[in-house]
């Protein structure tokens, strides 16, 4: 019978032939995190509405209409569209602010929005993502923006662009807003009935309108940078510097906004053109007011959030390199009960050495079953039956090459498939002796 319930629109399975890519993600950007200073930290899939209306805040995209919302008894709980809010709260919670700065943590997790799903925008998506709090320096800023290039070549994603913008503080944004409010009231009547409102409260939101009328309108609006007070112009001076320093090549985009309003000085997103319009793979920015806003004191912060499909998008597009899924060490074909109990014992003494080891459970026949090992990929065979039992000894065959070799069935068995093991890797250390996070590859799957 056809299964008839479905996935929700916009949400994906990750099936065991694809989850190989996301280890490779998420493997290097944590390792790249780590080498930075970051620690992981997990926070609940849930939270309070009010804390994603405090710091999303409730003129943006995201509040207004792609939140899930549910009322449990007397309380409201939103499923977490953004790591930042939900991660500032546990830092909060949990005194790490009075730790010594900066405080740093990464995560991974799982976002919720209720969007159009198309290419590259879901419904429930996930992020790699970081925040460091504590640091008010332009030097923190270039250090993360640092930490997400680095991730990205390592990765190896190519023809992926950086734009930094400036949106100052909220003083020289009241300025702004100000010079933002008459030019759009000039055209009020254009604009869609959520930026009508926004003129309002928020003006600046506009700007990150996704409506074509809305953005092209916007095209000829005041920009930020012109009404930056002396020391958000400084901030963002010393950004430019550090990033040439470090050899980070960079555009200055003075319509990136950001569609979250925590973001005060530094925004900055990595955008590509390879995946259609949904190109920005990672978006971020320094958020000084955020913590306070939360109830804590004021302590300057900054992170980023990595859309992890819409990378791998682009890593699939661009045929960047996988760390390669592991395949089975050693295949035990048997022939009767006694060989079955063999290989039993033979692949748990293989497996606590760290070994992927298995055995026919199927009951298939002796040549079914190297079918099967051929088909799954297995590096060797060993053809267990009552002679092999009889006479202490077996053939290891080397599926790649057909090359078999006599092994001992005694207790000396795991020490001399691993030297035959260790062989054969030496001789692909080619292969492994790849660069960067690729070689460490080779130790693993030894
Ligand atoms: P966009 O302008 O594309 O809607 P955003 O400003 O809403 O992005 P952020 O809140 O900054 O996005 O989230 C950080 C990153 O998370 C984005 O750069 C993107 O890679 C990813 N992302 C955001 N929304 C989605 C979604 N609905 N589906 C898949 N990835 C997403
Ligand atoms: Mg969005």
């Not at 926070?43 to 309070?48: D, H, L, R, S």
């Not at 010594?100 to 996930?126: D, I």
Request: aromatic fraction near 8%; charged fraction near 30%; glycine fraction near 8%.
């Amino acid at each position: 019978m056809a299964l008839n319930i479905k996935r929700p629109n916009g949400t994906e399975d990750v099936l065991p032939k694809d989850v190989h890519k996301w280890h490779t993600v998420e493997k290097i950007a944590g390792e790249i995190a780590e080498s930075f200073g970051f620690s992981e930290i997990r926070v609940p899939t849930f939270e309070n509405t009010d804390l994603f209306l405090r710091s999303v805040g409730e003129t943006t995209d995201v509040v207004q209409k792609e939140m899930y919302t549910v009322m449990a008894k007397e309380t409201k709980f939103t499923l977490r569209p953004e790591g930042t809010a939900g991660t500032i709260r546990a830092m909060l919670q949990n005194g790490l602010l009075n730790e010594a700065l900066p405080q740093r943590v990464y995560y991974k997790l799982s976002c919720f929005r209720h969007e159009r799903p198309q290419a590259g925008r879901l419904r429930e998506f996930h992020q790699f993502g970081l925040e460091m709090a504590g640091s008010e320096s332009p030097a923190a800023d270039a250090e993360v923006i640092s930490l997400a290039k680095t991730i990205l070549d390592r990765l190896e994603v190519k023809n992926i662009e950086l734009y930094i913008n400036s949106i100052g503080c909220p003083e020289c944004r009241a300025k702004y807003h100000q010079a933002l409010r008459s030019y759009f009231e000039a055209r009020k009547a254009e604009l869609c009935d959520t930026c009508r409102e926004r003129l309002e409260k928020n003006p600046m939101r506009i700007l990150d309108c996704k409506s074509t009328i809305c953005q092209e309108i916007g095209k000829d609006a005041p920009i930020i940078i012109d009404y930056l007070c002396e020391e958000c112009g400084d901030h963002f001076e010393k950004l430019k510097k550090y990033l040439t320093n470090l050899g980070i090549e960079y555009k200055v985009n003075p319509r990136i906004v950001r569609g979250l309003d925590y973001y005060t000085k530094t925004v900055f997103e990595f955008v590509t053109t390879e995946i259609g319009a949904q190109g920005t793979v990672c978006g971020g920015g320094r958020y000084d007011g955020l913590i306070e806003q939360l109830g804590g004191q004021h302590v300057p912060a900054l992170g980023f959030g990595m859309g992890i499909e819409r990378l791998l998008l682009v890593m699939e597009k661009q045929n960047c390199r996988f760390l390669t899924p592991k395949k089975c060490d050693i295949y035990f074909a048997t022939m009767g009960e006694p060989a079955v109990e063999k290989a039993m014992q033979l692949a748990k003494q293989l497996r606590e050495y760290g070994f992927f080891a298995e055995y026919d459970l199927m009951g298939r026949g002796i040549k079914a079953q190297m079918k099967y090992a051929n088909k799954t990929g297995a590096v060797f065979t060993l053809v267990l039956g009552d002679n092999e039992l009889a006479e202490g000894k077996a053939k290891l065959k080397d599926m790649e090459t057909g090359e078999e070799k006599e092994i001992m069935l005694d207790d000396k068995f795991t020490g001399s498939f691993d030297a035959v093991y260790f062989d054969k890797m030496m001789d692909s250390i080619e292969d492994a002796e790849t660069v960067g996070a690729f070689q460490n590859l080779a130790e693993e799957n030894k």
